[in-house]
């Protein structure tokens, strides 16, 4: 199900951290693809539609009166974060919300940043699904027209800004412990709510870390022995040409490209082509994806020595019949992901 939404405006411009709040990027993404944000054409998901559309994200949901929440696929080090994101919001109901948040835990448990449909704003926090009101005011814009949003969340504060314009600021007593960040919307009736989402960033101090909930134990009948590589620190990334899943060609290397597996005991490689030699240390995580539930299969790591452009990890296991991802990430920043089938 696709819902088809005009781009936000191109002027939209990156707000620069003051220097209160100055933090590393950690994260960013312009909705090319998914890329590890939920994806309900791919899970079935049934409370809300999560899609990219014409390089936005966007969110549907199909619930009343129940927050659909899109995790980011990376979090940051701590509760301190900084969390930005174009957003458009269109609905037909006065009471509709779009936003983003901070501190986001497992449940639905965060800091949530809003613009509401009838003009207004809000700081929420969202603790098991229900809503303490933190602050709000008048929005002075269309939200229909969409705005940068930015969340800053330090500590017990709490900055919402608009646009490059501070708009309230609110106390978090707790400080907040929840590492996640993410985007969100909320519809008082089913399907009445279209929000928009584009170039997200995530900045804070330290490296990013993955924020997919998982196991971390892997499973008995995969290991991480199975990962390989053509190379050999860490460096500046060169950019990425192309990366795939390929079969194993029988002799422990990367053969036949593919998105489909046979059922069974099996090498599958992710393969990485860069314009220049690589150093980093780079990671991949497996996951099976059964419909809203991932389990983490397992992680490897490769020391890339800078000698080489053409580089792998696979994972070793035996395949069961369902769908697959593999999240990449260099020096911790996460990079891409890819999906594969096994029937």
């Known amino acids: 199900m696709r819902i088809p939404l005009r781009p936000l405006a191109a002027t939209l411009a990156l707000v620069i951290a003051p220097a209160a709040f100055a933090q590393s990027l950690l994260y960013s993404h312009d909705f090319g693809q998914t890329a590890g944000w939920p994806d309900s054409d791919v899970t079935g998901d049934l409370s809300a539609v999560y899609t990219v559309v014409g390089g936005e994200y966007l969110i549907n949901p199909l619930r009343n009166l129940s927050y659909a929440l899109a995790p980011a696929p990376v979090g940051a080090p701590s509760g301190d974060m900084v969390v930005e994101s174009d957003v458009r919001l269109v609905a037909s109901q006065p009471d509709s919300r779009a936003g983003i948040a901070c501190r986001v835990g497992d449940g639905l448990n965060f800091i949530a940043f809003n613009m509401i449909a009838s003009g207004g704003f809000e700081i929420v926090r969202v603790r098991n699904g229900e809503a303490e009101f933190l602050s709000r005011g008048p929005l002075g814009i269309d939200p229909a027209g969409g705005a940068r949003l930015r969340a800053e ?86 950019a990425l040409s192309d990366m795939a899943v390929h079969a194993d060609n029988g002799m422990g290397e990367p053969g036949e490209r593919r998105t489909v597996f046979p059922v069974g005991q099996q090498q599958v490689f992710v393969l990485m082509e860069f314009e220049q030699p690589v150093r980093a240390n780079l990671r991949a995580d497996w996951y099976a994806v059964r419909g809203v539930d991932e389990t983490r299969l397992l992680s490897g790591n490769l020391q890339a020595s800078g000698e080489s452009t053409r580089l792998y990890l696979a994972a070793n296991g035996n395949f069961s ?23």
């Open 153 to 238: 969340c330090q500590g017990s504060e709490l900055r919402f800004s608009i646009d490059g314009r501070e708009m309230a600021r609110a106390s978090d007593p707790s400080g907040g412990t929840n590492h996640g960040a993410g985007l969100l919307s909320l519809s008082p009736v089913v399907a009445a709510t279209n929000a928009a989402f584009d170039n997200f960033a995530l900045y804070g101090g330290g490296a990013a870390v993955a924020s997919q909930p998982a196991s971390n134990a892997a499973p008995s009948d995969f290991d991480n022995s199975g990962f390989s590589s053509a190379g050999g620190g860490a460096g500046l990334l060169p």
């Open 321 to 343: 019949a369902g769908l697959y991802r593999v999240d990449v990430y260099a020096d911790s920043q996460y990079i891409d992901q890819r999906e594969f089938s096994v029937y």
